[in-house]
């Protein structure tokens, strides 16, 4: 469940808070795909796994300088800066005050404590879904790499841009226009991660099938796009109101805070996906798919 992985990576990083670890040794330790993980760990904790590792090595680096003889130098060393200068910055940004001052009595310093992930169970609040089963599919789409650092960025616009972009530069309409009429959907394809991989990729495309004029495909091939295909899956799906894509953040978090710890249900590592429809119900934003294992199915505690 992935509640009590987070737990255990958190563990682990506190174990290994002097070594030289990231969120992809921290995946590997907890049997996630980088990706996955790093998703997971930032709609649960709040922050990625590199910004907790950095905020509990310059809590630590603060407390040694206070209470011991141990140099800047040697202090930058230990928790992981490449050199003094890198260290003093980061400290200075993090506590307010230099890694110089911090060997000072009465220096103002900031404490970030190990987290201990608890479930609260609250009520009131509805998540509607729904379980579906769909075989493999073919896509058609635009697709870019993405660093897996950019999920659950509030400063990072890198996938709309991406979608401005492709907007800007007429490469959805001509796609969409393969499609019959009233069935122009586009999709938001999100591949799945291999374990080691830095990054995903996302796509945005149309579905290939008896709707789709399939004589024109090679040409949108050779001008760039690409053909996705995804295996047979299980999706929960969920439908996101709203007028803009914080409607579908809020709807990821739910998922991991909420409806899987709920239900069980843990993500796969299967292509998941949003669908914006060309004729949707009024306010939804989109539906979320995404695919999980039905067979972990129980109250996750």
């Given at each position: 469940?992935?509640?009590?992985?987070?737990?255990?990576?958190?563990?682990?990083?506190?174990?290994?808070?002097?070594?030289?670890?990231?969120?992809t040794?921290?995946?590997?330790?907890?049997?996630?795909?980088?990706?996955?993980?790093?998703?997971?760990f930032s709609f649960?904790v709040?922050?990625?796994a590199n910004e907790y590792?950095r905020?509990?090595?310059?809590t630590l680096?603060?407390?040694e300088?206070?209470?011991?003889n141990?140099?800047?130098?040697d202090?930058?060393y230990?928790?992981?800066?490449?050199?003094?200068?890198s260290?003093?910055?980061?400290?200075?940004?993090?506590?307010?005050?230099t890694?110089k001052?911090?060997?000072?009595?009465?220096?103002?310093?900031?404490?970030?404590n190990?987290?201990?992930i608890?479930?609260?169970?609250?009520?009131?609040?509805?998540?509607?879904?729904?379980?579906?089963?769909r075989?493999?599919?073919?896509?058609?789409?635009?697709?870019?790499?993405?660093p897996?650092?950019?999920?659950?960025d509030?400063?990072?616009?890198?996938?709309?841009?991406?979608?401005?972009?492709?907007?800007?530069k007429?490469?959805?309409?001509?796609?969409k226009?393969?499609r019959?009429?009233?069935?122009?959907?586009?999709?938001?394809l999100?591949?799945?991660?291999k374990?080691?991989?830095?990054?995903?990729?996302?796509?945005?495309?149309i579905?290939?099938d008896?709707?789709?004029?399939?004589?024109?495909?090679?040409?949108?091939i050779?001008n760039?796009y690409?053909i996705?295909?995804?295996?047979?899956?299980?999706?929960?799906?969920?439908?996101?109101?709203?007028?803009?894509?914080?409607?579908?953040e809020?709807?990821?978090?739910?998922f991991?805070?909420e409806?899987?710890?709920?239900?069980?249900?843990?993500?796969?590592?299967?292509?998941?996906?949003?669908?914006?429809?060309?004729n949707?119900?009024?306010g939804?934003f989109?539906?979320?798919?995404?695919?999980?294992n039905?067979?972990?199915?129980?109250?996750?505690?």
């Amino acid at each position: 469940m992935s509640i009590q992985l987070i737990q255990q990576a958190i563990c682990y990083i506190e174990e290994h808070i002097c070594e030289d670890i990231n969120y992809t040794e921290v995946a590997k330790s907890v049997h996630m795909s980088s990706y996955n993980f790093h998703r997971t760990f930032s709609f649960i904790v709040g922050m990625t796994a590199n910004e907790y590792i950095r905020k509990r090595r310059l809590t630590l680096a603060a407390k040694e300088l206070q209470t011991t003889n141990i140099s800047v130098v040697d202090a930058a060393y230990k928790y992981g800066y490449e050199s003094p200068e890198s260290f003093s910055k980061a400290f200075s940004r993090f506590h307010g005050s230099t890694p110089k001052q911090a060997k000072r009595k009465g220096a103002k310093l900031r404490l970030f404590n190990p987290l201990v992930i608890k479930i609260i169970l609250e009520g009131g609040s509805v998540m509607d879904y729904r379980i579906e089963h769909r075989e493999g599919k073919r896509f058609i789409a635009l697709v870019k790499s993405f660093p897996n650092e950019i999920i659950n960025d509030n400063e990072e616009h890198s996938i709309p841009d991406f979608w401005a972009e492709c907007f800007e530069k007429n490469l959805i309409e001509p796609m969409k226009r393969l499609r019959m009429e009233g069935k122009r959907d586009l999709y938001g394809l999100c591949s799945p991660v291999k374990d080691g991989e830095t990054h995903f990729n996302y796509g945005i495309g149309i579905m290939v099938d008896e709707n789709t004029d399939i004589t024109k495909l090679e040409y949108f091939i050779q001008n760039g796009y690409s053909i996705w295909e995804t295996d047979p899956a299980d999706y929960a799906v969920f439908q996101c109101f709203g007028s803009d894509s914080s409607c579908l953040e809020e709807t990821w978090s739910k998922f991991f805070k909420e409806f899987v710890v709920q239900t069980g249900y843990i993500q796969t590592d299967d292509t998941d996906y949003e669908i914006y429809f060309e004729n949707g119900k009024r306010g939804l934003f989109c539906e979320l798919w995404v695919p999980v294992n039905l067979s972990s199915q129980g109250v996750a505690v």
